[in-house]
């Protein structure tokens, strides 16, 4: 069912929109402040409306304020505006801001549901629009994704190199995307090349071109990457595995912008804004010299560092939803439930394959989870504590005092419940049911063994 979100602080015309929507079988919602609204669409956690009606003259945040902000953490679902009193350059500026409707009171029943059918529409075909062209967006609220999404938008803006810098699943090649995408150059082509999946033999005639006849398989010449992008931009992803020898070339061009094929004596002219990514430390790798000095410093002119998966907080929800829902449509299977349990699991997890793990997991579920999704369908990695045990009870140390049996097995008790406990952030729900017990039983075991919650640490889910 549609839901809706309207943002009316006049009872009566609230009270009238609800009904009315209902009565059109959309289901509504409503709040009286833009305030309470920024609350409610801010969190990734909550789903975002498919569509937001929204007042201008709202005490307190304006309803363009609102629309400003959520633009800003990318939290922005399709806007209609309604207001009597909205002035010219507020109008302008909403409209440029993505906003789909302006509608002035008062209107008819009719004008309203039209312009909430073609937005909708609207909507859905810029999705399909976006997904035909393989064009994902960067998405996320936690403050290092929005920080990241800014520094993208003021980096694209200019013709400077950047080199991404982050672990690998983290989403670098996306982040080398919206930048071209961003950039004048986004007309032009946007061509990339994995540097650590092509042998060292092969790179150099890929990237650079040849000449017919220039080794033995060169039955015709070929242009390179830098010549087919021309114009536009070029991906140099893992520039880190780059061979040494052929790091001396690449540096020549991005000093002069020429480039000679292999078996030719003539230099070409090439306009390309070169993007570079690596997972490496490539400080370190040039002072153990296995990377250029010179080289490197021509690629981080404007260094931009992806943030890894575990500090993006409950980002992690939101791009599991996402991948659940794009995953379902793809392989055309009925859309999955979720159960809450499963969400503080995913949350505290280290994700060591970041986004691409997350992403194999999605698929994996929808493919062979059931509904709804459970937390026993989780892989066994989930379960295991983040941090061992501190007294390593059952690995037996020499220096472990014997004790009797009881008093041990209390121990042992108190020490994996603690540990279940940590895992699911405190959360008893998750944990009874990992342990396979009710949550009333948990919370006895808990009180009787004496265990606390660790100071600054996550509160109990009730």
């Known amino acids: 069912m549609t839901r809706l979100l309207i943002v009316e602080d006049d009872e009566k015309i609230r009270a009238g929109l609800l009904l009315q929507l209902r009565e059109e079988g959309f289901a509504p919602s409503a709040v009286a402040a833009a305030e309470e609204a920024l609350a409610r669409l801010e969190g990734p956690e909550e789903p975002l409306p498919h569509l937001l009606l929204l007042d201008v003259r709202l005490r307190g945040m304006s309803g363009v304020d609102l629309v400003r902000r959520l633009v800003e953490i990318r939290r922005f679902p399709p806007t209609i505006i309604i207001s009597g009193e909205a002035s010219i350059s507020e109008t302008v500026e909403a409209l440029r801001l ?73 989403g670098k090649e996306l982040v080398a995307s919206a930048l071209h995408r961003q950039s004048r150059r986004a007309q032009r082509p946007f061509i990339k090349i994995n540097c650590a999946a092509i042998p060292g033999p092969l790179i150099e005639g890929e990237i650079f071109g040849h ?131 499963v969400y503080p699991l995913l949350e505290g997890y280290a994700w060591p394959g970041n986004v691409r793990e997350l992403r194999n997991l999605a698929e994996r579920l929808v493919v062979f989870g059931g509904d709804p999704v459970t937390a026993d369908q989780l ?30 097995k209390s121990r042992c008790e108190r020490e994996y419940i603690e540990a279940v406990l940590h895992r699911t952030r405190w959360n008893f729900s998750a944990a009874a049911r990992l342990l396979d017990v009710q949550r009333t039983y948990l919370h006895q075991k808990v009180k009787a063994l004496g265990i606390r919650r660790p100071a600054g640490g996550e509160e109990e889910s009730l």
């Open 379 to 408: 892989p066994s990695t989930f379960f295991t504590p983040a941090h061992p045990p501190e007294t390593g009870l059952l690995r037996l140390p020499e220096a472990f005092p014997v004790v009797p049996l009881r008093d041990f």
């Open 211 to 341: 000449a017919r006849g220039a080794f033995t398989d060169a039955k015709v010449a070929k242009p390179g990457l830098f010549e087919e992008a021309d114009g536009g931009t070029l991906f140099l992803d893992e520039i880190g595995d780059m061979d040494y020898a052929l790091q001396s070339r690449l540096l020549r061009v991005l000093e002069d912008g020429r480039v000679r094929r292999l078996g030719e004596t003539r230099d070409r002219q090439v306009d390309v804004r070169v993007i570079a990514a690596t997972h490496r430390d490539l400080e370190k790798a040039v002072r153990d010299g296995a990377f250029r000095e010179d080289l490197y410093f021509r690629l981080a002119h404007l260094p931009l560092a992806v943030p890894a998966l575990r500090e993006r907080g409950r980002d992690v929800r939101l791009l599991f939803d996402g991948f659940l829902e794009g995953f379902t449509r793809q392989h055309r299977m009925r859309a999955r439930r979720i159960d809450p349990e």
């Open 98 to 170: 993505g906003v789909h409707d302006f509608i002035e009171k008062p209107f008819t029943r009719e004008r309203l549901l039209r312009s909430i059918r073609n937005a909708l529409e609207h909507h859905a075909l810029q999705r399909e629009v976006a997904t035909l062209k393989g064009e994902p967006e960067i998405l996320g609220g936690s403050p290092a994704i929005v920080a990241l999404r800014e520094r993208i938008g003021r980096a694209a803006a200019t013709e400077a190199r950047v080199l991404i810098i982050g672990e690998s699943g983290t």
